[in-house]
């Protein structure tokens, strides 16, 4: 997807009252994340902590350090850590992650975490809970 497209998108979600907005090279992974996701163009993950979140864990991050980790298939509740976390990080080859988020106001999204795709958590969200799944589009 180019550049003007993602930015037309990742605009278009905030004014309905987007949340989420992807970046890295899997920006598409948002697509079926409903409302409360953008597609768009946001910082990276820093470099050290894409560093720190070896294969094969999803890492969830604050301050550019990795806060939490898992690795796990299935679905599992987020620890009180991951669930402050400002970016999220999927480090795995082929399994794609889906994350479930809250947003103060009570509503709810997902979003799914292709491999290597990585994403900023908007103002309002929270992950609240994490299914690595044995497809890379969630499915």
Not at 20 to 48: E, I, K, N, Q, Y
Request: glycine content about 12%; charged content about 20%; aromatic content about 8%.
């Amino acid at each position: 997807m180019n550049v003007r497209k993602r930015i037309a998108l990742a605009s278009a979600a905030l004014a309905l009252g987007g949340g989420l907005v992807a970046a890295g090279p899997a920006s598409g992974a948002f697509a079926d994340a409903g409302p409360g996701a953008a597609v768009g163009a946001t910082r990276d993950a820093s470099a050290a902590a894409k560093a720190n979140c070896q294969y094969p864990n999803v890492c969830f991050i604050k301050n550019g350090r990795t806060i939490a980790s898992y690795k796990d298939r299935g679905y599992q509740k987020l620890g009180s850590k991951a669930r402050s976390a400002r970016e999220i990080y999927n480090s795995r080859k082929d399994d794609g992650a889906k994350v479930y988020f809250v947003h103060t106001s009570g509503k709810k999204a997902t979003a799914c975490f292709r491999p290597k795709a990585r994403a900023g958590v908007g103002a309002g969200w929270t992950a609240y809970a994490i299914d690595i799944r044995n497809s890379p589009t969630c499915k």
